[in-house]
């Protein structure tokens, strides 16, 4: 069992930045796949990145070259930095660890003028 809490969500304008973190309850997180997904009103939860716990790391088409995954093992933490936000990234962002398909609560991104 792994616990995940995401952070850094909120409001922020079309072109603006932000960061999001994912912190893990315990150290096995260093041998787990992490993912960002994240579910807009209406429509299905969709994969945003991923990294291995080597760091090799696959993204959306939809967010290549402007959000990047990262992981800290020392700090348990994963991160995605998100610039050049549009209307379209507004969502929920979800945090997941796999093997075990663990998942976080989840934390609200609106990108909106």
């Known amino acids: 069992q792994i616990q995940l809490v995401e952070s850094g969500g909120g409001l922020v304008q079309p072109g603006g930045s932000l960061r999001l973190s994912c912190a893990a309850s315990?150290?096995?997180?260093?041998?787990?796949?992490m993912g960002w997904y994240r579910q807009a009103p209406g429509n299905q939860r969709e994969l945003v990145a991923t990294?291995?716990?080597?760091?090799?790391?696959n993204y959306a088409d939809s967010v290549k070259g402007r959000f990047t995954i990262s992981r800290d093992n020392a700090k348990k933490t994963v991160y995605l930095q998100m610039n050049s936000l549009k209307p379209d990234d507004t969502a929920v962002y979800y945090c997941?660890?796999?093997?075990?398909?663990?998942w976080g609560q989840g934390t609200q991104v609106t990108v909106s003028s």
């Open positions: 315990r150290s096995i997180f260093v041998i787990y796949t």
């Open positions: 997941n660890a796999a093997p075990g398909n663990f």
């Open positions: 990294i291995t716990s080597g760091g090799s790391t």
